[in-house]
């Protein structure tokens, strides 16, 4: 298949495995002219409501503001993709709570929302339901009290109704490790999840991932807007929650259909605990009331 590859035709390449995908399986190629990375994906990744033409249309977005890797071929018919390997340390979520990135991870997702806009939405409050017909359907399991946070959730639908946020090109999944800290910048990489998106959603998510201080949020705010914004903070919180609401069913489905060898169910159940301990607090009332009114 990698023949099929103008730069890598013919040419000797050594290929290597590259840990940590959570949907798809990454290898690293080498060759004398250069890197590349290798992704393939299950045809099952559909169930996750992954659209890859959009993945790879959105990828050469990113790419051309600099924040994205380069890509340099799409093989659908194949389930690949191959991007320009990107030299640098990949972050995980004990580097982002240290603290000494905030602003440059919030220069790079403006540097992101700035890209041409994406060719789809992502809005987590249409996925969620889907991922959850999916799970009942199908008889994935679940946790037990699941829909009692239902009413939570259109709570939280309402109050992001106030006003009309605008939306701009979001990564949307942004755990710690889809970071790359190339020295000069800072790369953004796997765009299986982009779409159009209020950018309060990315700054919340990358929030929830990391497991973020209340404080750390702010301190992205003020550096994502240029001043803290306490309607934005609560924004971002509502969404980092939302985020953790809906990715448990995404670690429901992965727990049921997936070959990879990682334990979805222990992951998802993690951020599932985290978004009830939120649900339940004195501080989720506040947070919807401050959501819907301005500075």
Same mark, same amino acid.
């Given at each position: 298949?990698?023949?099929?590859?103008?730069?890598?035709?013919?040419?000797?390449?050594?290929?290597?495995?590259?840990?940590?995908?959570l949907?798809?399986v990454? *290898?690293?190629?080498?060759?004398?002219?250069?890197?590349?990375?290798?992704?393939r994906?299950?045809?099952?990744?559909?169930?996750?409501?992954?659209d890859?033409?959009?993945?790879?249309?959105?990828?050469?977005?990113?790419?051309?503001?600099?924040?994205?890797?380069?890509v340099?071929a799409?093989?659908?018919?194949h389930?690949?993709?191959?991007?320009?390997?990107?030299?640098?340390?990949?972050?995980?979520?004990?580097?982002?709570?240290?603290?000494?990135r905030?602003?440059?991870i919030?220069?790079?997702?403006?540097d992101? *929302?700035?890209a041409?806009?994406?060719?789809?939405?992502?809005?987590m409050?249409?996925?969620?339901?889907?991922?959850l017909?999916?799970?009942?359907?199908?008889?994935f399991r679940?946790?037990?009290?699941?829909?009692?946070?239902?009413?939570?959730?259109?709570a939280?639908?309402?109050?992001?109704?106030?006003?009309?946020?605008?939306?701009v090109?979001?990564h949307?999944?942004l755990?710690?490790?889809n970071?790359?800290?190339?020295?000069?910048?800072?790369?953004?990489?796997?765009?299986?999840?982009?779409?159009?998106?209020d950018?309060?959603?990315?700054l919340?998510?990358?929030?929830?991932?990391?497991?973020?201080?209340?404080?750390?949020?702010?301190e992205?705010?003020?550096?994502?807007?240029?001043?803290?914004?306490? *309607?934005?903070?609560?924004?971002?919180?509502?969404?980092?929650?939302m985020?953790?609401?809906?990715?448990?069913?995404?670690?429901?489905?992965q *727990?049921?259909?997936?070959?990879?060898?990682?334990?979805?169910?222990?992951?998802?159940?993690?951020?599932y605990?985290?978004?009830?301990?939120?649900?339940?607090?004195?501080?989720?009332?506040?947070?919807l009331?401050?959501?819907?009114?301005?500075?």
């Open positions: 298949m990698l023949d099929l590859v103008p730069v890598l035709a013919g040419r000797a390449r050594t290929v290597s495995v590259l840990e940590g995908g949907t798809n990454n *290898h690293k190629v080498e060759t004398e002219d250069g890197a590349y990375v290798v992704r994906w299950s045809e099952q990744s559909g169930l996750l409501s992954i890859r033409d959009n993945e790879y249309e959105n990828s050469l977005r990113a790419a051309a503001v600099g924040v994205g890797a380069p340099v799409y093989l659908p018919e389930c690949t993709m191959v991007l320009g390997y990107v030299s640098g340390q990949t972050l995980d979520p004990e580097a982002i709570r240290r603290g000494d905030l602003e440059r919030a220069t790079a997702c403006r992101l *929302h700035g041409e806009r994406f060719r789809d939405d992502f809005d409050f249409a996925i969620q339901p889907r991922y017909a999916l799970c009942r359907e199908r008889g679940i946790p037990d009290d699941y829909g009692r946070f239902e009413p939570h959730r259109d939280i639908a309402d109050a992001m109704t106030a006003r009309d946020e605008g939306t090109p979001c949307n999944d755990l710690a490790e970071f790359i800290d190339a020295g000069d910048r800072m790369f953004l990489i796997d765009y299986e999840y982009s779409g159009n998106n950018p309060c959603f990315e919340g998510n990358l929030w929830s991932e990391s497991n973020l201080a209340p404080a750390q949020l702010e992205l705010i003020g550096a994502y807007y240029g001043r803290l914004l306490r *309607h934005k903070v609560a924004r971002a919180r509502l969404w980092g929650l985020s953790k609401y809906g990715w448990t069913l995404w670690a429901a489905i *727990h049921s259909v997936s070959d990879i060898d990682f334990d979805f169910w222990e992951w998802g159940m993690e951020k605990d985290r978004a009830v301990a939120e649900f339940d607090s004195p501080e989720f009332e506040q947070l009331d401050d959501a819907r009114r301005s500075d």
